[in-house]
């Protein structure tokens, strides 16, 4: 399908319909995770380790397999195979299944305290919970380390001896530093010192946790003969039986997996933890097993995402062009190799036209728990420090925030330092949109400041499928491949509908499971509405084809000399014949006389996803004397390409926003002297409440993406980027102090307040 | 596998029995907002749980002559939710409005808040501000305790075995006496206080404060009492909150854990007293 330039032709597209897993959802009738049960289920729990670095001695679980009711306890020792170091690129990272196999179930050593070191399956939950505190592990503690900056340090813990660092010399001896990355566009030194003003400075972040409410859950069954059955909350059914097969060593064909309905992911839920662990526990025990992680577990053993330092520099004219930048970053990748240090690094700068750039990052392990994709990936990191130096830059030019940001925005033909040259985007007109905005010039008052931020995304294509096909009546089912984590079902099912000429809800969609639907990459990166909606689409197309074809059968005419007009075939012309229009319906009616059911599934690998920039306005007051910041009014642009269902895509802004703005204030992993999380907890590790937010006004900027059939471009992930330094900036202005660290929580803003340095 | 026996008996004498003669933990259960929690988490191993809810008096508000009785386990949202009692103990009530969430406050209680024996329990430092007393009941019978004498460390009171709280009585408000609550935390609800402050004042006609008590949660082992005394004999002017400042700090012995740092704790316990003593003043001066 050719690009629609008119999009006053859409009748679906654009429309905000009631979405269909709606009554399910607030009926409670969804199906989570927790919420399948089998004949005969068992419960499988994990043993984790109490210690932050320590080497496993021995594991005596021969009293807990004597307890009646304990069905099975598996170990990486006994039960799973060792795999070979073999990374693939999956989703919005890369994995290793070596050691995403080592961090599904230890092996030789702990790295983090809540690394999983055994499991067990009982018929009950209270005899599991008895069975683990019969398993006899003896350990070697070891020293350990957490920081990312001491991680580097010489004479520090080394977490992997193997560990071989890619893309820097090597150091000659135990090291863990496992990836140096740099980007580079001209020569950033030489345009820094051509500028007639420098601002530098060094930017922290914390670690800080997805908070999806759904915890991870499974249920596995594993026949005698291999078949096993997989039902479970994630981001891809697909991924699921990758990895399961890839740590078990399973022939694919043997594992179905059905996606759960999922509550949030957020990219924490594109990585298992559970899943190998009950099929091993399964196929061992005979029955069905069922694991719910708790909230504790999901804190402590489930990825964050990584914390940062980095030191940024931006030199200008006086004018306010930006001469030259550097980053220099450093990414805490937990106990694993593996932050989000490219993609921080890639999109670091990429909003701005800039000559000279150079963007550099370590991936550094520690005894952390392993992170894992969250919106953006590294992204938020990045742009903390680089947007907080554009604010400083801003103040330091006496120029306007939005207009220092206009005068070097980026747009079509722009160069960006990690390769691309940027086809048609919407930065320009987002920050005209901010610009124009009223909240822009609204008054402020006392101790109340305002800051902006903006912010990149790549968004991403890949392998998806979709099939369409026309029932008995006329009615529209669709398949797709895609999790439905940000209203998937709702878009595939417009966009079907607007193909097909037929009202939305005449069309029902379901997300397939991996025996159903042809291979389809897991929900992330912002590319199911894109990739998923472009197979979709030339599902229903080719759908369209054989409608016209049946029609022309009937009429006993060329298909060529029928065309397809709001859900009808009709004689392309006078020449054609004089037929009235012929309804969906009344093929559908006919199928089985000329030539058997329609339908047709498409798999694609989509190319040509379209970058999405967005400027964030955010108004606080601060409390001086306590430190406590109020966020007023927030207001999130952003170029969404074309909104399919506009509710969902202000959903997705506001959620975006809102999880920002967490991170930003009040949100970071706690350690204890011993290495061992100290708030896993929703208690202590503090996302924001309803009650400490106003409405997130979401402004849909819409510079459609030639390259797919509606414009769509990736929503999910831009709109996480700018909140944290919006806020710090917003801080600054009413403070005037200059926040480096996050998060920027009432005590330490107190302290920023009275010494002047924050 | 371990035992869990829940009894509810329907009258103090059964109760008494039954804590009494409980072979291993038994625990008192009004709302259970915190116990069910601990249970959970396994914190808390009791063999026995004896709900007091069935018990004729455990819930309930009423006036006397003499002030208020509320019932131990009453749930903290029929306070806030009595006109009466509301308008006589804002700042009591602005304490039990903050316990957990809207849900939890259906069942949470005063007696539960105070005996989990928190350092940061919301409504106990205007329960002790109000000069409130507790009638604890017991295998020795009843007997009359200040508030402010029940916890003795985190996680202890001065209950014996056997031992639960029966009733609260609160004192007469009469004249120009008016009394208020703040807490610190970093969001604006479902949190637990990292400072919080009660301060019940009483003024003579012409606004000059007579009586003041002043007690801080948070910032110490137990709730503490700060040395209000600068503050008495003056109409709360800027001088004064400057030392119900300086004093509220010197009152302070907190601890650096996840919720504050020493240094913070300290400085906010001054803030605060001084916003909720201007509430309390306003509040008092207006009657």
Redesign the interface.
């Known amino acids: 399908m050719n690009f629609v330039a008119n999009f006053s032709d859409l009748k679906v597209v654009g429309t905000r319909p009631v979405r269909p897993d709606g009554i399910d959802k607030v009926t409670g009738k969804a199906m989570f995770g927790a919420d399948l049960s089998m004949a005969g289920t068992l419960t499988g729990k994990v043993l984790r380790s109490p210690h932050a670095h320590a080497r496993i001695v021995s594991i005596d679980a021969s009293k807990a397999l004597a307890l009646p009711g304990v069905k099975a306890v598996v170990t990486a020792a006994g039960d799973f195979p060792e795999i070979s170091s073999e990374e693939a690129a999956a989703g919005e990272s890369p994995v290793n299944f070596r050691h995403m196999a080592h961090n599904v179930l230890a092996r030789d050593k702990v790295l983090y305290e809540g690394h999983a070191v055994a499991a067990v399956a009982a018929t009950t939950s209270a005899i599991a919970d008895a069975a683990m505190a019969l398993i006899d592990v003896t350990y070697e503690v070891l020293p350990f380390v957490i920081d990312v900056e001491a991680a580097m340090a010489d004479g520090a813990p080394i977490l992997h001896d193997d560990l071989v660092p890619s893309g820097m010399a090597a150091p000659g001896k135990p090291t863990n530093i496992a990836k140096r990355v740099e980007f580079k566009l001209g020569d950033a030194e030489a345009g820094l010192a051509e500028a007639d003003v420098v601002v530098e400075g060094r930017y922290e972040t914390t670690a800080v946790h997805q908070g999806y409410i759904e915890p991870h859950a499974v249920i596995a069954s594993v026949n005698p003969d291999g078949q096993t059955q997989i039902f479970a909350s994630s981001q891809g059914q697909f991924m699921i039986r990758q990895y399961v097969s890839k740590i078990l060593n399973m022939d694919i064909a043997n594992i179905r997996v059905t996606p759960a309905e999922i509550g949030g992911g957020f990219g924490g839920k594109t990585l298992v933890y559970l899943e190998p662990l009950a099929v091993a526990l399964s196929r061992k025990a005979g029955k069905p097993v069922k694991m719910v992680m708790t909230r504790d577990e999901v804190f402590r053993s489930s990825g964050p995402t990584s914390g940062g330092v980095m030191t940024v520099k931006i030199g200008a004219k006086k004018d306010g062009t930006i001469t030259g930048a550097t980053i220099d970053i450093a990414l805490q990748a937990g106990a694993f190799p593996g932050s989000p240090v490219a993609p921080a690094c890639m999109c670091a700068f990429a909003c701005y036209d800039l000559k000279n750039v150079r963007a550099s990052g370590y991936d550094v392990v520690s005894n952390r728990s392993k992170i894992a994709a969250y919106r953006a990936p590294g992204a938020p990191i990045s742009s903390f420090g680089v947007e907080s130096a554009m604010d400083e830059l801003a103040t330091k030019l006496g120029m306007d925030a939005l207009e220092l940001r206009q005068k070097n925005a980026a747009k079509a033909g722009t160069k960006a330092a990690y390769g691309p040259v940027f086809p048609e985007i919407g930065f320009e007109q987002v920050l005209d949109a901010a610009k124009s905005h009223p909240h822009w010039s609204a008054p402020l008052g006392p101790n109340q400041g305002r800051g902006v931020a903006t912010g990149f995304w790549f968004n991403i294509g890949g392998d998806s499928s979709a099939s369409v096909f026309v029932n008995e009546d006329g009615t529209i089912s669709v398949v797709s491949g895609s999790p439905d984590i940000g209203g998937s079902r709702a878009s595939m099912a417009m966009m079907a509908a607007e193909v097909l000429g037929v009202p939305y809800e005449k069309v029902r969609p379901i997300v397939g499971d991996t025996a159903q639907i042809g291979i389809t990459g897991m929900t992330g990166g912002s590319r199911v509405t894109f990739a998923t909606g472009m197979a979709t689409v030339q599902a229903a197309e080719k759908v369209v084809d054989e409608l016209k074809k049946r029609a022309a059968m009937i009429w006993d005419i060329s298909p060529e000399a029928v065309d397809w007009k709001d859900g009808e075939a009709v004689p392309a012309g006078a020449n054609a014949g004089g037929f009235d229009p012929m309804p969906l319906a009344a093929i559908a009616a006919k199928a089985g006389k000329t030539g058997g059911p329609i339908g047709s599934e498409v798999s694609i690998n989509a190319q040509g996803a379209g970058a999405g920039f967005g400027a964030h306005i955010c108004d606080v007051e601060v409390d001086q004397e306590t430190g406590h910041v109020k966020i007023l009014r927030y207001t999130a642009v952003q170029d969404v390409g074309k909104a399919i269902h506009p509710s969902y895509v202000e959903g997705q802004i506001q959620g975006g926003a809102v999880q920002g703005i967490g991170w930003a204030l009040n949100e970071e992993y706690l350690y204890d002297k011993n290495g061992r999380m100290d708030n896993s907890g929703f208690l202590d590790y503090r996302v924001p409440v309803a009650s400490d937010l106003p409405m997130i006004e979401a402004v849909l900027v819409e510079v459609p993406n030639k390259r797919h059939p509606f414009g769509v471009r990736g929503v999910g992930e831009v709109p996480i980027i700018p909140p944290l330094a919006a806020v710090a900036n917003a801080i600054k202005a009413a403070t005037g102090v200059r926040m480096h660290s996050l998060p920027m929580s009432p005590p330490k803003i107190v302290a920023a307040i009275e010494s002047g340095k924050g | ?1 371990p035992r869990l026996s829940y009894a509810a008996p329907a009258s103090v004498p059964d109760a008494v029995k039954l804590l009494a003669g409980a072979q291993g933990l038994a625990k008192v259960m009004s709302g259970g907002t915190d116990l069910l929690v601990q249970l959970r988490s396994g914190r808390a191993k009791p063999e026995l749980i004896v709900d007091t809810k069935k018990i004729p008096g455990m819930m309930g508000i009423r006036e006397t002559a003499d002030g208020w009785v509320i019932g131990a386990a009453t749930p903290s949202a029929e306070l806030s939710e009595h006109a009466g009692f509301s308008a006589a103990y804002p700042g009591v009530v602005e304490g039990t409005n903050l316990i957990g969430s809207t849900q939890v406050q259906g069942r949470a209680s005063l007696a539960g808040n105070l005996c989990n024996a928190s350092p940061a329990a919301d409504s106990v430092p205007a329960m002790i501000a109000a000069g409130a007393v507790a009638v604890v009941v017991g295998p020795t019978g009843q007997r009359s305790v200040p508030v402010a004498q029940i916890v003795t460390a985190p996680g202890r009171t001065s209950l014996a075995k056997g031992e639960f709280i029966f009733e609260f009585h609160f004192p007469k408000v009469s004249g120009k006496q008016a009394d208020a609550y703040l807490r ?1 935390i ?7 206080a ?1 400072v919080g402050c009660g301060v019940n004042l009483t003024l003579d006609a012409a606004g000059v404060i007579t009586a003041a008590s002043v007690v801080l949660g948070a910032v110490a082992p137990t709730q503490v009492a700060v040395d209000a005394t600068s503050i008495v004999g003056s109409k709360l002017d800027d001088a004064a909150l400057a030392a119900l400042d300086t004093a509220a700090r010197a009152a302070c012995n907190p601890i650096n854990d ?4 020493i ?2 704790r300290t ?2 316990a001054g ?1 605060l007293a001084r916003r909720a003593a201007k509430i309390a003043y306003d509040r008092a001066g207006a009657r």
Request: proline share 5%.
């Open positions: 596998m610190f970093p969001r604006t609800e479902m949190d637990i990292v996840k919720r504050g740092t240094e913070f400085k906010v803030v």
